[in-house]
């Protein structure tokens, strides 16, 4: 009896912190981390504000979850890229990286919405997923710089900025290029637009 009380306590506890989850995901994304108060969160959860700072500590906690939360599919592809590079083509792995990135994105354009805006609003703090991707990314670019596969007068965190903007600018500025240049906004839009950006990239940064 007691083990299967602790089990129902334990689902009770995971379907509550994933509906709070979920809904400060819904609204953070639409309207950023600032004009979101914790009471409107509790409201539409339907829960109360003690038990969002029970299980996430305060609003920054929640919103570090969210993060993790949102780039967690993604983090797993880019582990299997990073690992690969101990037995696979290293110059398959950049373009695998990059593409990686690319298509996470291009599903979740929110995401990139999400990042300029804590930015803007100067409430960026990285959750632990994020750290662990720029730890391990500018790790993978100062390997393939030692192996030769790129360019080692430009410093890894620099490179890896460089590649990470070029992507999620896009998906904040793409409905502007498009009407500039009377385009229709959309998939062949993105290829022609991540076609260009490895062309540039393989152009910039070739083997030294």
Same mark, same amino acid.
């Given at each position: +009896? $007691?083990?299967?009380?602790? $089990?129902?306590?334990?689902?009770?506890? @995971?379907?509550?912190?994933?509906?709070?989850?979920?809904?400060?995901?819904?609204?953070?994304?639409?309207?950023?981390?600032?004009?979101?108060?914790?009471?409107?969160?509790?409201?539409?959860?339907?829960?109360?504000?003690?038990?969002?700072?029970?299980?996430?500590?305060?609003?920054?906690?929640?919103?570090?979850?969210?993060?993790?939360?949102?780039?967690?599919?993604?983090?797993?592809?880019?582990?299997?890229?990073?690992?690969?590079?101990?037995?696979?083509?290293? @110059?398959?792995?950049?373009?695998?990286?990059?593409?990686?990135?690319?298509?996470?994105?291009?599903?979740?354009?929110?995401?990139?919405? +999400?990042?300029?805006?804590?930015?803007?609003?100067?409430?960026?703090?990285?959750?632990?997923?994020?750290?662990?991707?720029?730890? $391990?990314?500018?790790?993978?670019?100062?390997?393939?710089?030692?192996?030769?596969?790129?360019?080692?007068?430009?410093?890894?965190?620099? +490179?890896?900025?460089?590649?990470?903007?070029?992507?999620?600018?896009?998906?904040?500025?793409? @409905?502007?290029?498009?009407?500039? $240049?009377?385009?229709?906004?959309?998939?062949?839009?993105?290829?022609?637009?991540?076609?260009?950006? +490895?062309?540039?990239?393989?152009?910039?940064?070739?083997?030294?």
């Amino acid at each position: +009896m $007691n083990d299967e009380a602790t $089990n129902y306590r334990q689902r009770d506890r @995971e379907r509550t912190s994933g509906t709070i989850l979920k809904i400060a995901t819904e609204l953070f994304f639409e309207r950023g981390y600032a004009a979101v108060p914790i009471s409107l969160i509790a409201k539409q959860a339907s829960v109360t504000k003690s038990l969002i700072y029970h299980y996430f500590g305060d609003k920054q906690g929640l919103w570090l979850a969210v993060k993790d939360a949102a780039v967690a599919t993604y983090a797993e592809q880019q582990r299997a890229v990073f690992s690969s590079t101990e037995t696979g083509h290293s @110059e398959v792995a950049v373009a695998d990286s990059a593409a990686a990135y690319f298509s996470f994105i291009q599903k979740h354009p929110e995401i990139a919405r +999400m990042f300029a805006l804590e930015c803007f609003e100067g409430e960026f703090e990285p959750g632990a997923t994020e750290r662990e991707l720029q730890t $391990n990314g500018i790790a993978f670019i100062e390997g393939l710089q030692s192996k030769g596969v790129l360019r080692k007068d430009i410093q890894a965190d620099m +490179m890896l900025a460089v590649f990470s903007s070029l992507i999620e600018h896009w998906f904040i500025s793409r @409905e502007r290029v498009a009407r500039l $240049n009377s385009k229709s906004p959309g998939p062949s839009l993105d290829a022609r637009y991540f076609d260009a950006v +490895m062309k540039i990239l393989a152009g910039v940064l070739p083997p030294s």
